[in-house]
């Protein structure tokens, strides 16, 4: 083999071993003009997301403060036996301006055993659903859908860095922040 296929061979399983996507749907209120300067969010995430989740709320943070937007994060695990009421305790002691939900509603992972490197390459992904609601309020005033993957061994952080970079370029995108 020659050098210029070994680097065409090395190229493709880079691409392969680190490739991650996210994508992003939203809808606003057609009366939501104000803008938001502090968030309290709270995750609920499948069991299997904990590197996701991690870079995710560093990345996320790090995105909404570049923009002077302040977050607090809360992961809940979707077995807690909290009530409601205490959630909405805290979420009301935080004085924040919105509150995002951050649901995930799918969790796949597969292997895929015809990959040419290592026996076979896994994937992963997730759908979350994001509201955003204003204090004293049921109704959301922002919603979107985010579909994240990652291919590859230990991709997951990245998937949860560039999910947190989507949310937060559609929230500029559609006058949230």
């Given at each position: 083999?020659?050098?210029?296929?070994?680097?065409?061979?090395?190229?493709?399983?880079?691409?392969?071993?680190?490739?991650?996507?996210?994508?992003?749907?939203?809808?606003?209120?057609?009366?939501?003009?104000?803008?938001?300067?502090?968030?309290?969010?709270?995750?609920?995430?499948?069991?299997?997301?904990?590197?996701?989740?991690?870079?995710?709320?560093?990345?996320?943070?790090?995105?909404?403060?570049?923009?002077?937007?302040?977050?607090?994060?809360?992961?809940v695990n979707p077995l807690s036996l909290e009530t409601d009421e205490d959630l909405m305790k805290r979420v009301n002691e935080s004085n924040a301006d919105a509150v995002l939900l951050l649901n995930q509603t799918e969790s796949v992972t597969y292997t895929n055993s015809n990959a040419?490197?290592?026996?076979?390459?896994?994937?992963?992904?997730?759908?979350?659903?994001?509201?955003?609601?204003?204090?004293?309020?049921?109704?959301?005033?922002?919603?979107?859908?985010?579909?994240?993957?990652?291919?590859?061994?230990?991709?997951?952080?990245?998937?949860?860095?560039?999910?947190?970079?989507?949310?937060?370029?559609?929230?500029?995108?559609?006058?949230?922040?």
């Amino acid at each position: 083999m020659n050098i210029s296929m070994q680097r065409i061979g090395l190229i493709i399983l880079a691409i392969a071993v680190f490739s991650c996507s996210a994508t992003i749907q939203s809808n606003k209120a057609k009366d939501f003009n104000d803008k938001v300067k502090k968030f309290y969010a709270v995750i609920r995430v499948a069991d299997n997301t904990g590197n996701f989740i991690i870079k995710f709320s560093e990345s996320f943070r790090e995105e909404l403060k570049l923009r002077g937007v302040e977050i607090q994060f809360e992961a809940v695990n979707p077995l807690s036996l909290e009530t409601d009421e205490d959630l909405m305790k805290r979420v009301n002691e935080s004085n924040a301006d919105a509150v995002l939900l951050l649901n995930q509603t799918e969790s796949v992972t597969y292997t895929n055993s015809n990959a040419f490197y290592f026996g076979g390459q896994q994937a992963s992904g997730g759908s979350f659903d994001i509201k955003i609601f204003v204090p004293n309020s049921s109704k959301p005033v922002w919603r979107g859908l985010l579909k994240a993957s990652s291919n590859g061994f230990g991709n997951i952080s990245a998937a949860g860095k560039s999910s947190a970079e989507r949310i937060a370029e559609k929230l500029i995108q559609d006058g949230v922040i």
